[in-house]
């Protein structure tokens, strides 16, 4: 639903492409300053407790929605998705490297694709609940006509569709109340909790010093980067190319998100007989050669190479996740920290984006920036696939 919010807050409030950046700002930019505080809090309790505080600040993110609404200021709506950023960012850090721990390391990468595999189910809810209950409710003046409106009628059309936006926000925080009430409910082992001693000065001291784990934070940087402006501009590229408008729009969108989906799935499937760090060579190389469509084909074909844009994507986070924090043993959750925190890259290059769009006055133009941020994560597969085949080399001797 965040992405679909850039389109909304274009129409609704005549901005530009850099001005609606600013929501990827705030939601990632949280991302980044809650990564470490949240490994401390689950050291110092539980990863349930760090389950069930990330759910309750997005609760409270959500619910803020509503007198944001009411006062029709975006800096409101900036400062509730923040919070609610908070409590997903908080849900990342524990999460991940519960699951890495939940069973052998050498299978950890795969276990991870497989639960991830699940997010785009809710990324497709999301995107249904925005199409049908926000951006249908977009009032079809343009910029132009709503600058030549008096204040009056302009802020009764605003009000409305403000209202539109936080209706599903609302409802959604109703939904995970109930997700709270039966979490605490639920035992969680607590093994893997009181397995890691977590001095952090020691473990940033050891983790800086691994150049195997800073290439995945730049990687996982960068992969962010590009997805979240990806998903972004998809809406805005597909008005653009096919003239249509932001509801017609998203249903690409929507079929991005449904071949994410699948192709997770069956990349997960196909790490029992490839190994993850060969699919993600693979993948990046021919996301390069979509984003390359995209930028100088446009039309249909430009709109085709998009959504497969985002079958490549599908397996990049987790595998670049699990390969970074690989046998990193008792620096796990710091490590956990740094690659959530990684996820800046969707607060920096999606303005960057958007910038590159309103300059150059052309959206396809954009798209370098996920070009660029492809070339690396295939550049850093490449690097990890080389010291693969050197170790199995010196193990045969």
Known sequence: MTDILLAAFKRIMSMTDFQTSWIQVAFYGSYFCLAIPAALF??????????????????????????????????????????????????????????????????????????????????????????VYILSHLNSASAEERASMDSEK????????????????????????????????VKMSKASDASQDFNIIPAVKRLVKNKDYLAGIVAQFFYVGAQIGVWSFTIRYVMNELQLNEEQASSYYLASLILFMVSRFVCTALMKFFRPNILLALLSFIAILATFCVIYFGGLVGVYALVLISGCMSLMYPTIYGLAISGLRNDTKIASSGLVMAILGGAVLTPLQGLVSDIAESINYAFYVPLFSFLVVFLYAVSISKKIKRGEQTQSY
Do not use: C
Not at 49 to 58: D, H, I, N, Y
């Open 154 to 185: 302009l802020d009764i059309i605003q009000s409305e569709e403000l209202n539109a936006v936080m209706g599903p926000y609302v409802a959604v925080a109703i939904m995970l109340i109930l997700l709270w009430v039966l979490i605490y409910f």
């Open 42 to 131: 689950i050291k110092r309790y539980t990863y349930k407790s760090g389950v069930l505080l990330g759910l309750g600040l997005f609760i409270l993110g959500s619910l803020l929605f509503y007198p944001a609404s009411i006062s029709m200021q975006y800096g409101h709506f900036l400062s509730a998705l923040f919070i609610l950023a908070g409590g997903l960012a908080i849900l990342e850090t524990t999460a991940n490297p519960y699951i890495i721990a939940m069973g052998p390391e050498e299978s950890a990468t795969r276990r991870l694709n497989l639960a991830q595999s699940f997010n785009p189910i809710g990324s497709i809810i999301g995107i249904l609940l925005g199409k």
